[in-house]
């Protein structure tokens, strides 16, 4: 009887003891976890950087730009400062409609648009005296918000209606200080981790003013593809390489030198993806995107009920702290408790 008290009290204490060392282990894995999303963690390093000075056309690489509450700016060059919208309703169009549209190249300089489209010569527009004529035109775009721009004129007008072969077109440009229906504030049901609270107004973006993407993720997507397709396709203003496919799934906010950003929405994906950058065309297979809704929709709940059947490519960020960034500076992370 006593060697049997004896075998109890034993095995009492090694349950105790085990007992303990679990919750020892799952207070330090909480605490260490906890941490390590309070912390700045390397991510990678910036490939490259892009401005898309007019919605759907054709973006221009820089080695840097400024990171502003707006969205990226180098020198005169801001992101989707300029539109292509029906000249009586206002409806805004793009590559989705025009696939060609991604082959219209853009320059700014001294206060000047300089456009370019395939076999034309370069048109100059006075943006001095496009804001100085003072004509408004109202944009209607996603989901029916509204927002503001100059009137570019007559002469870029019926170079790019003639280009799209669509009548009555106009370019328009917009300043901050406009009317905006699309101030973007986040909705809880983009993520299932907490979404941050903020307000940002942009150009004529989708949605905010800042897209980021990875290497990792572009080659994922290109393992299950036949006909490979590169970053161009995704269009994003930071392309980062070095960390794990969907990394970006987890971030919370981004650093890169004194540029601070934070995270709040999936980017969901549509048919632009499809164009082909070098031919302004569409993929009659329908891919990329076909590919990415077999894997890369959004979980089920009210994030799948919130994005629908658009998959997931890059992440949607906007401003903390403004400052310049350049291509090869490390990027750094804070993670959200998740994935989404």
């Given at each position: 009887m006593l060697e049997l008290d004896k075998d109890k009290k034993i095995l009492i204490g090694c349950l105790a003891s085990s007992f303990l060392a679990y919750h020892t282990a799952r207070q330090l894995y909480s605490y260490l976890t906890a941490r390590s999303r309070q912390e700045w963690v390397p991510i990678g390093v910036v490939k490259s950087l892009h401005i898309y000075p007019i919605k759907s056309c054709k973006g221009v690489d820089l080695f840097a730009f400024k990171c502003t509450k707006t969205g990226p700016v180098m020198g005169e060059l801001e992101d989707r400062a300029f539109l292509l919208v029906d000249g009586e309703t206002g409806k805004f169009i793009t590559a989705r409609q025009k696939p060609k549209m991604v082959h219209v190249e853009s320059r700014m300089e001294d206060e000047t648009l300089f456009i370019r489209i395939p076999d034309k010569p370069e048109l100059a527009v006075d943006l001095k005296k496009v804001v100085e004529n003072g004509k408004i035109i109202r944009a209607t775009l996603f989901d029916n918000l509204q927002q503001d721009g100059f009137d570019c004129g007559d002469d870029v007008a019926k170079l790019l209606s003639d280009y799209i072969e669509e009548p009555n077109y106009r370019l328009i440009f917009y300043k901050e200080g406009l009317y905006t229906e699309r101030t973007c504030v986040p909705d809880d049901d983009w993520w299932n981790t907490p979404v941050p609270k903020r307000k940002d107004d942009s150009g004529f973006t989708d949605l905010a003013p800042f897209l980021i993407a990875t290497d990792a993720s572009l080659i994922a997507v290109?393992?299950?593809?036949?006909?490979?397709?590169?970053?161009?396709?995704?269009?994003?203003?930071?392309?980062?390489?070095?960390?794990?496919?969907?990394?970006?799934?987890?971030?919370?906010?981004?650093?890169?030198?004194?540029?601070?950003?934070?995270?709040?929405?999936?980017?969901?994906?549509?048919?632009?993806?499809?164009v082909d950058p070098e031919k302004g065309t569409m993929s009659k297979e329908n891919q990329p995107l076909k590919k990415l809704r077999e894997f890369r929709l959004a979980p089920e709940g009210k994030m799948r009920k919130a994005h629908k059947d658009s998959p997931v490519f890059g992440v949607y960020a906007g401003t903390v702290k403004e400052a310049y960034i350049h291509v090869g500076q490390t990027a750094y992370a804070r993670y959200k408790p998740s994935v989404f």
């Open positions: 290109n393992e299950r593809l036949e006909n490979k397709v590169t970053m161009r396709n995704f269009r994003p203003s930071i392309y980062i390489e070095g960390c794990l496919p969907w990394d970006e799934d987890k971030w919370a906010e981004v650093k890169i030198g004194d540029a601070h950003l934070e995270c709040f929405a999936p980017c969901t994906r549509c048919v632009f993806t499809t």
